[in-house]
């Protein structure tokens, strides 16, 4: 399983756009990227997955670079409520199932 | 949305003590997860199941059971309960969806204390 790497820690002002980066140099083609966010006092939330290119949502969109090792979550116009862990993950397809989650990326957004 | 209801939402147990935490989900996914949240480890695969009477094993599994009674009921189970489980747990639920059509749905956690 590819391990995946991202900044303990980012701040932004309230509207902002802000870029999650998260690195996965051993991915390999069978593996999908998710990312899940989690505010205080909740559990994981789905954001977003992709598997190449770019894919967006209502919520965010998700770029990967063409060799897949990087991936980047962008959320536009960050408010109060975006506070929260961010956590990229990345694991086969047929183990979709089972996600294994490291520390994330911790957003402080400030009004 | 999904909904994934946890029971108890905290719980003080003492060392030695049997505790279960029971985990329901309305939403007729086939897979359900345990997962215990520490300061630094970010979430860990306890145990999880893809039906009812199957049972998986996780990343952290020693010192906890689980049983999966039915597809809604997923519970953990610590018969001699220790300090070190002292944790946050999340219990969640999934469908079986295609390559990369797998969203994990959480409930809202119980806390455990274990003096």
């Known amino acids: 399983l590819a391990k995946t790497t991202q900044p303990p820690s980012m701040e932004a002002y309230e509207g902002q756009e802000v870029n999650v980066s998260c690195s996965h140099t051993?991915?390999?083609?069978?593996?999908?990227i998710y990312w899940y966010r989690q505010v205080p006092h909740q559990g994981p939330q789905f954001i977003i997955q992709?598997?190449?290119d770019y894919v967006v949502n209502e919520v965010a969109s998700l770029f990967i670079s063409a060799d897949r090792k990087l991936s980047t979550l962008s959320l536009p116009w960050v408010s109060l409520r975006d506070a929260a862990v961010y956590y990229c993950?990345?694991?086969?397809?047929?183990?979709?199932?089972?996600?294994?989650f490291g520390t994330g990326t911790s957003l402080l957004v400030d009004p | 949305e999904a909904a994934v209801t946890q029971s108890p939402r905290n719980k003080v147990t003492v060392t030695g003590g049997n505790v279960t935490l029971s985990c329901r989900q309305t939403?007729?996914?086939?897979?359900m997860y345990w997962y215990r949240q520490d300061t630094g480890h970010g979430l860990r695969l306890i145990h999880y199941?893809?039906?009812?009477?199957?049972?998986q094993i996780g990343d952290v599994p020693d010192g906890y059971k689980a049983t999966r009674t039915t597809q809604e009921d997923f519970f953990l189970l610590l018969e001699l309960a220790s300090p070190s489980q002292t944790s946050l747990y999340f219990c969640?639920?999934?469908?079986?969806?295609?390559?990369?059509?797998?969203?994990?749905?959480f409930g809202a956690g119980t806390r455990l204390s274990v003096l």
């Open positions: 051993n991915i390999a083609t069978s593996e999908y």
């Open positions: 992709g598997y190449k």
């Open positions: 939403n007729s996914h086939n897979y």
């Open positions: 993950i990345v694991t086969a397809s047929n183990m979709g199932y089972k996600l294994t």
């Open positions: 969640a639920s999934s469908t079986t969806g295609g390559a990369g059509q797998n969203t994990l749905y």
């Open positions: 199941s893809y039906g009812a009477g199957n049972l």
